[in-house]
């Protein structure tokens, strides 16, 4: 039997489903302030942007200090520890010593409900 037209390569990658779980109500959380959550062992960094909130690891990735105990600056939370800062949109370091950026994660509001995505990795 012969195909014609086949791909040589099929790009199929399966995505894990997200679990949205309940973490905080949306009206505890005002612009510019953060605050955390755990879901299961995940200590996650809950921070409101001009009404937006945004998810991200709660730990710096340089020293383990808690990002909660920082400062929100515009979209950017600054470690307590040693001055490193993340963009709280993307993860990414913004500002030396950390290097490594933060694992973000989707948010979604239902009614004054905020969700966050977790899988099991």
């Not at 953060?34 to 690891?57: C, M, P, Q, S, Y």
């Not at 020293?63 to 709280?88: I, K, M, Q, T």
Request: glycine share 6%; hydrophobic share 35%.
């Amino acid at each position: 039997m012969q195909f014609l037209n086949k791909p040589d390569l099929y790009d199929w990658t399966p995505k894990m489903p997200e679990n949205f779980i309940k973490v905080a109500c949306a009206e505890d959380i005002g612009p510019g302030k953060l605050a955390r959550a755990r879901i299961g062992d995940k200590r996650i960094l809950l921070a409101n942007v001009d009404g937006e909130i945004f998810a991200t690891d709660e730990l710096c990735t340089h020293e383990d200090a808690s990002l909660y105990n920082g400062a929100l600056h515009h979209d950017c939370v600054s470690c307590p520890l040693h001055g490193s800062r993340f963009s709280v949109r993307t993860g990414e370091p913004r500002e030396e010593p950390a290097t490594e950026p933060l694992r973000t994660y989707s948010v979604r509001i239902e009614g004054k409900d905020i969700l966050v995505a977790v899988d099991d990795t």
